[in-house]
Each structure stands twice: as structure tokens, then as C-alpha cells.
């Protein structure tokens, strides 16, 4: 018996005729999966999705019901976890697709026949004639998945979650991999992965990396039907529309040998990718995006020459920093101060280079060898680098809970003879727990009130402040009020020495800043606020002003 997973989260029309569709194929078992509604405007959408399923009587069904909204990557990677630690085999459906009578009875004889072969990771019973090669009348294999209405099995989703996009992407290229062969949104996929939960494109990387295949039939069983503005994710749809055929006969199907139907792999791509420009009109936009790149560099440079001249701080350093870093291509490794950084794009690496090597925003001075470090919100690792390089010896935990920087962070450590730092995989927050976080890829991810596409383990930073702390750098994208309060509340305030808070979502009605800074100057701590734009905007004791433009701004504290 092979159980159906289902997930569903607030179309209750599309539900009925996904079920419809599965009680036509008597699928014998359902562990059907409910997210938790994202706000209160979609609350009583979740409720009757609910109450479709609670209402199923013409098979076993196990109804597990979220209380939070997980996001769709989240609660699908989660779902599909589950029933698999019970499971060996699995066909998963999502709520809005329809498919014939006799896709179950396909699909679980193709994971029958396939179950014990390491190179097929999956089936489905979908496909289009974009991506069929020609002539093709029985099912065959392809190095691209598919998740319209799939299967898989234990053996093939282990190690999926164990690894980002990117670090997949990466796996594939040190074995000589083309990731992209499939179409250049594989690529893509750590951006969207994280911004818009693509888990999937993660999947088929993992496929990849292991020499892995998936099997097609010759004509599709399955029918997207949620196309509309209530959908999570809403790709371009114009022209893969395509009306479902019957399932074939059992007997009369050839199952083929697992190996690659040539040709089929390049069809994905030319049908995502588009076919290549001619070879002179790409050196024509070649060069001119280059020759765009140059001159915008060009005036910038004057731009910072010109505030260099006129006196601004650090306006040379700046301006060559931004020269060198701005228009560096995505997931590059680029020359920062004296390392060798892989980067997640240009603007992320001036701002990192000018606020800690140029500006020196975080440096301090430490009253012995090797002082201990913690900094949380480590991005892609500068400041811990630039400790290193001040302090040698210096005890650093560098704590980052998002997975898009991660690899980065562990990469760029170990490449610059820093990979002795400690590195937790965590958000930090006024308890213990796990929360909605996402992405921001570029300038660092948050933790979400409304949910994100990722769950974060969430650990108190008092856990690691286990003994006196030299410096504290604090960067939470708006968390860090609650973070410093429970710090306090923990009695464990008083064993940091000095530290540095950058404070965010400001000015948008909250002041973060001043309750930061009273925060800190009630536990014993001087404070200066720096506006991150390099403009001093106060000093102990003085009020905080609130200029519009200044969106974030750095609480530099030391005890008396």
C-alpha cells in the first residue's frame, strides 16, 4: 500500500476536485497536510479546506492540522519527512491538481519496478509536449523532476534537507556537473529557493549531484488547475496548460531501461531557457552590458572622488571599494581586504567591506589574548574574519540562521585559515523555539511574524553567553530589543564588555533606538549612535533625532 500525500492550505473549491480525483483512482490512504492560515484574512479560507478534509469518508485519512502557517516549502519538505520515516514509498498532490483515473495505478507501478534502482529518484505522471522528445510513445527518463502529482521514495529524499540549494549547486559543479543542463533556473534556484520556496529546484540539484534521473510517461495525466491570484506561487503558465489524456494500460506499457532518453534533458532547457541568441548578437549585449558596467562604475568613482576631495571620511577607500565590488557578478569570490571572499553579490560586498574594513564600525580593543567573541548575524563571515585578523587568538562564535548565507560563511572561514570558528546554525530570540524566517539572500534574512518559507531554530543568546563576553556584535534585523531583553532578564547583561547593536525598522513609527540605547545605559553601558549612512547623529546623553531618510542606525556600547 502506497498512502497519497496531500497538501492544502486555503482553496477549497480546487480541494474537492483534487479529492475528487483521488477517489476516482481509489487511492487507499491520504495523510493529508493543513498550513495554518498566514493571516487573519485567509482564516476562514484554511477553516474550510479543513472541513473538506475532515469530511472524507471514502478512505483512511490521517488529517494533521498546522497551528502556524509553515509556508509552502516548509510544510511540504515537512509532510513528505514524515510519512517517509513511516513509509518507504509515497505519491504526493498538491490541492490544486486534477488527474484521470488510473494515475495512482501508474505511478505506484512505476515505484514498484523502479524502487530498488539508486539512479531514479522519482516518477510522475505528469508531462507536456514542450518536453516530450519527439516520437516518443512509451515513458522514459529525464535528468529534470517534475512535482505535479509524484512519487518517490525513503532511499532518494534522504539527504535532501541536509544541504541548500546553493551548496547542492556547488556539488554538482565539483563533480563536473553542469546544474544548469536542465534549464538555467536550476541556477537560479538558491534565490529562488529562499524568496519564493522553490524547494524543488533544491530536489532535482540533489538528483543531479547523485547522477539521479526521473521517469516521465508519454503523455500527461495530470492537470494544473490553480492558476489564479490566490496561489502561493505563480509561475508563467502560458502555453504549459494542457488537458490530461487517459492513463495507459498497465500490460501495454514498455518500461524502459534507466537511462537518460537522449535529448530529453536539452528539451527542459530550451523550453525554460528559450534557444540561444546567435552567436554575434550575444557579443553584441555581451558588450554592451559590459561597457554599462564600466561607465557606471566610471561615475561612481567620480562621484566618490568628489566626496573624497571635499572631505568626506574614508572617501577614497570608499569609492575604490565600490569600483571593485559593485558590479561583481552573484556567488563570486572576490579580493576583500587582504581575503579571498565568495560573495552573494556586489552591492552586499561593498556594504560589508565598507562598514567592517573600511569604516571599522565593529573594531575593538580587548584587555587580553584571546578574547571571547560572539557574533550574531554572521552573514558571509567579514566580521569574524576581521576579528581574527585583530585578535588571533581570539574565541569567536559566529551564529547565522540563514541558509542561503551559511555555505558562504562556512566557506569563506575555512578558505581565509579561520575554519576553528564556531558556527551555529540558529536565530537568536527572546526564548527558545523555532520561527517563520526568510530570506533576504542579499543583505541578510529575519524572522517573520507573518510566516517565511523556511522554519529557524530559535535559541536564546543568554545560552551562549557562558562566561565574560569582549564584544558583542548584535545584527538581527529588528529583533534585537527582545534579543538584549532576555540577555537582561537572564542576569547575564553584566558579563559583556562592549558590543555594537545595529538597529532596524526605523523610522517606521518605533523608535528601536532609544529603547535600545535605554536598554543599555540602565545595566551600566555608554552608548553612541551612529547613523549607518557614516553620519554621527548623536552621543550619550543627547536625544536621538529622527532625520527621515536614516533607516538603520549602530548602538555602540561599553561598560563604564
Known sequence: MIPVVLFAYRRADLLRRSLASLRANGVPMIYAFSDGPRDASVAADVEAVRAELRAVDWTRIAVIESPVNLGVSEAEQRGITRVLAEHDTVVIVEEDLEFVPGTYAFLCEALARYRDEPRVFGVTAWTHSRVTPPGVTQPYFTERMCALVWGTWRRAWEGMLDATALERRDECLAKGIDPAKGGRDLVESVIHEQMRGFWDLRFNLHMLARGGLFLYPAHTMVQHIGYDPRATN????????????????????????????????????????????????????????????????LRTLAREFDGAVRGRPHGMALAWARFLLWTAPPDSTRPVAGFRLRIIDGPSAFHDAAEVFIRRRHRFAADRDDPVVIDVGAHVGCFALATRRDH?????????????????????LAANGAGDIRIVRAAVGGADGEAAFTSGGRAGGSLSEGGGYVRARVERLSGHVTEPVDFLKLDVAGAELDVLREVADAGKLGLVREMTVECHDWPSGTRRVDDVRALLESHGFACEVTAIDDEE?????????????????LVRARRH
Open 537 to 553: 547623529i548623536a552621543r550619550t546623553p543627547e536625544s536621538f533625532p529622527a532625520p527621515a531618510p536614516v533607516a538603520r542606525a
Open 234 to 297: 505563480t509561475p508563467n503558465v502560458q502555453g504549459w496548460d494542457l488537458e490530461p489524456s487517459a492513463a495507459p494500460a498497465l500490460e501495454r506499457i514498455a518500461w524502459p531501461a534507466v537511462e537518460e532518453y537522449p535529448g530529453s534533458t536539452e528539451l527542459w532547457r530550451l523550453s525554460v531557457d528559450g534557444p540561444p541568441p546567435p552567436a554575434a548578437r550575444t557579443a553584441l549585449r555581451s558588450l554592451k552590458r559590459r561597457l554599462a558596467r564600466v561607465a557606471d562604475r
Open 392 to 412: 588571533p587568538r581570539a574565541r569567536i562564535t559566529a551564529i547565522e540562521p540563514d541558509p542561503a548565507a551559511l555555505p558562504l560563511l562556512r566557506q569563506n
